[in-house]
């Protein structure tokens, strides 16, 4: 059995799933704390299914979102900086409040991975110690071209960690973005995050342990899968907004369908997302309009409307979850799951763990790309083990390969998506012959 | 007569600008849009037609020539154009009076508005391509020989080079090669000509169809309505309502100095069921219906999302997405003998002639 968690700052709302059936339905406990909220929500469960529960998962992207951002220093490495303040880099406001300095580092690659500036490490040095000396713990640092060599980063994170290794790091690289403004915002939330990151993974950890020591804990991910707690600490960006991704993987998993369309009428407008190997197919960004993207991997979800192109060869789920109910769905639309289910905890349940590869490569030809994609597949593979998958249940899920237009020759970006499950959750993930009926 | 461009014209100007160039990604588009429309809140901006400038006015094409690192992962410091137009002007002895787009889509029909603002040089409502093109040889100037050099570029480290050629596809050939070197993109000042030259070959009208398409476009209206406007305004065609079945990368081979390899999108039309093939390099050069010439370049292709009739842009294309495929015509000027020579497939390494080949 799989429990999947969604927490506030009162309160936590739980439901326990059985393969696709829930054997305990959604029910919310309030309480003057997270930890109490969880903790007394942990403690009910654990009476009523003790050890048959393996997996728990926790969305904590409403708290993650709610949280005042910690200060953040601001390290960008390029040639040259900004000559006017018109062609500075701008971030959305809510995270520029948070930036309390921004630091300019000669540097900076090119797409072939070449340095167009010598790294400045000197004049950062030199910077050095007026950073450490402040309040602000948290630094995010974006080097142009870190898509192509994350060596200036990590150069610069090497140099504040061995000054002070209790600062918390992040480095834009580990998001992919070929846009310096998506990574700069990306890694600016993400350390601004990473001490709430901290204490609810603690917390989470104290309660999972306390009343199901033998069950593995993991958080949402943006993506429709789950990460180890750990993770959380790190990478927080990723659990962010969840709940698209959970709503649409939790009606497909209750509906049985691994591949297909889900439609979700809400009180705020009808939705639409597919289901693509039993994941949400994803982008790897999160678009905020023209402002700064969140370079996240997250479930693709669109409005849905009159003009939506019907194919009646393609699964479809349609789920009614508005409060109001006494009018029908709009656009004719008939449901097919029973209505007041709490799907996105359902999907929050059933999240399998996921890993990424996103990067660069080097093809001289055909059989070389090839050669490079299948790395990258391995590589996607090793990454979801080292995430606590068994080796023996792990798929890819998506494996392409893009084109730069008016970019190097010979340089095309790997994008891998993998998933799989622990050796006690078998139960939901889709067989092989359901996932290759994807259209 | 000239126009001052108002803050919904540019917002206009960037949906119409990703429209033409549905190949590239839109985010340097958004970047520059929120710079200009940051830089106009203390400076009008004029939009002229070449009518208006004195037949010897000196005038330049500004734009980005890419190969490498994209635009949006190291804009530009803001210095770039300003230093081009500076030594071009040192070059020839001459004030330059107006600046024109390189190519009048995505962020080269974005970046003659921010460097009007900062040199206070009127725009003009002219390009030497009406869409964008991979190769700086790829223009209308050329086509009736307008001299493209010199050529002022500077990248993305400050770094300098003026091109002096006399052969456009040698130019070609030296500005890539240079921008590669200088860091994946150079800021450039080329084309310089007089008002005269610019107005007998250029194509006119480039930037304000770029904000009636975006009118167009951003209009709380129907997509029903949407497409019978564009196809009024660009005399546009819906070849397929298709979905994506595969996409393949590296799809043909090449060898012609052209940035970026080539891909191909198949789709199935949703309800005839016919395969559409999309071959694709920079841009998109091709539309096979089962196998037919649907679109050729210079013909025109965006992709649309059939049920909100926004762009596509090429990198958002997945497998199971269901697309509209619009072609529509070029500027009068690609389809004469001179421009399909420098346009049709074969100058990208397809080994097809334009279909109006055998009708000129």
């Known amino acids: 059995m799989r429990i999947g968690l969604r927490l506030r700052e009162n309160s936590c709302r739980s439901l326990v799933l059985d393969g696709r059936t829930i054997v305990s339905a959604a029910r919310e406990i309030h309480a003057g704390s997270i930890a109490e909220a969880l903790d007394s929500a942990l403690a009910g469960l654990s009476r009523e299914f003790g050890s048959g529960v393996r997996e728990i998962t926790a969305d904590v992207g409403h708290v993650l979102a709610t949280r005042n951002l910690a200060d953040v220093v601001a390290v960008r490495i390029s040639p040259r900086p900004p000559a006017d303040a018109f062609h500075a880099a701008s971030v959305p406001p809510r995270v520029e409040a948070a930036v309390s300095r921004t630091v300019h580092v000669s540097g900076g690659h090119d797409m072939r991975g070449r340095p167009l500036a010598q790294l400045d490490l000197e004049a950062f040095l030199a910077a050095l110690p007026s950073i450490l000396s402040g309040n602000v713990r948290n630094v995010a640092i974006t080097s142009v071209g870190s898509t192509a060599s994350t060596d200036h980063e990590t150069r610069i994170a090497d140099a504040i960690l061995s000054n002070d290794s209790e600062m918390r790091i992040s480095i834009s690289s580990d998001f992919y973005s070929s846009v310096f403004r998506d990574r700069d915002y990306t890694a600016i939330l993400n350390t601004a995050l990473m001490e709430t990151g901290e204490e609810l993974a603690a917390t989470l950890d104290a309660a999972g342990q306390r009343h199901f020591p033998a069950a593995t804990l993991s958080f949402a991910r943006n993506d429709g899968g789950r990460a180890p707690l750990p993770r959380l600490a790190v990478a927080p960006v990723h659990g962010l907004r969840p709940e698209p991704a959970s709503v649409i993987l939790g009606a497909a998993t209750l509906a049985g369908v691994p591949n297909g369309e889900v439609v979700i009428c809400t009180d705020s407008g009808v939705i639409v997302g597919h289901l693509r190997g039993g994941l949400p197919a994803a982008n790897s960004l999160i678009r905020q309009g023209y402002e700064a993207s969140l370079a996240s991997n997250a479930a693709v979800v669109e409005s849905y409307t009159a003009n939506h192109p019907i194919r009646p060869d393609v699964s479809s789920v349609i789920a009614d979850l508005r409060i109001e109910q006494t009018t029908p769905p709009p656009f004719g639309l008939v449901p097919t799951l029973p209505a007041a289910q709490d799907v996105a905890l359902v999907g929050c349940a059933a999240a399998p763990l996921t890993s990424w590869i996103d990067r660069l490569e080097t093809v001289s030809g055909r059989t070389d790309l090839e050669a490079v994609q299948h790395r990258a597949e391995e590589d996607a593979q090793s990454a979801a083990v080292q995430l606590g998958a068994n080796p023996g249940q792990i798929h890819i899920i998506e494996s392409n390969v893009f084109a730069m237009p008016y970019g190097n020759p010979g340089i095309v970006r790997i994008r891998v998506q993998a998933a799989g499950e622990t050796s006690g959750g078998k139960e939901r993930f889709p067989t092989t012959e359901a996932r290759r009926a994807a259209p | ?360």
């Open chain 2, 1 to 360: 007569m000239s126009t001052q461009l108002t803050a919904d014209d540019v917002r206009h100007l960037r949906t119409g600008a990703h429209f033409l160039a549905c190949a590239i990604d839109p985010t340097a588009i958004h970047v520059y849009t929120d710079m200009i429309l940051q830089a106009m809140e203390h400076q009008s901006l004029e939009l002229a037609t070449v009518a208006e400038l004195a037949p010897d006015d000196l005038v330049v094409a500004v734009g980005m020539v890419t190969q490498g690192l994209f635009i949006a992962d190291m804009p530009p410091v803001g210095d770039e154009f300003l230093g081009c137009i500076n030594a071009m002007e040192a070059k020839l002895g001459r004030r330059v009076r107006a600046i024109y787009s390189l190519a009048a889509a995505n962020i080269n029909g974005m970046i003659p508005l921010m460097v009007g603002l900062q040199s206070s040089l009127p725009v003009i409502d002219s390009d030497p391509m009406g869409r964008v093109f991979p190769l700086i040889s790829q223009t209308t100037l050329n086509i009736g020989q307008v001299a493209i050099s010199p050529i002022a570029m500077m990248g993305v480290t400050g770094e300098r080079a003026i091109v002096e050629a006399t052969n456009p596809q040698r130019a070609e050939t030296l500005v890539r090669a240079l921008v590669t070197e200088l860091g994946g993109w150079a800021a450039t000042a080329m084309y310089p000509c007089t008002a005269a030259q610019l107005k007998e070959h250029g194509v006119h009208g480039s930037v304000s169809r770029m904000i009636r398409i975006g009118q167009i476009q951003d209009a709380e209206t129907s997509v029903e309505r949407k497409y019978l406007m564009l196809a009024e305004l660009l005399d546009a065609t819906r070849v397929a309502r298709a979905r994506v079945t595969h996409i393949e990368g590296l799809s043909r081979p090449t060898d012609l100095g052209l940035p970026a390899q080539p891909s191909s999108v198949t789709l199935e039309d949703e309800s005839t069921g016919q395969i559409i093939r999309l071959e694709i390099q920079n841009e998109i050069l091709l539309v096979l219906v089962d196998g037919a010439i649907a679109a050729a370049v210079p013909d025109m292709v965006t992709l649309l999302n059939s049920e909100h009739g926004t762009v596509v842009t090429l990198d958002d294309v997945r497998v199971g997405n269901v697309v509209d495929v619009l072609t529509y015509p070029a500027a009068a000027q690609w389809y004469s003998q001179a421009g399909l020579a420098l346009a049709e497939p074969k100058a990208f390494g397809i080994p097809l002639r334009h279909p109006r080949r055998s009708h000129a």
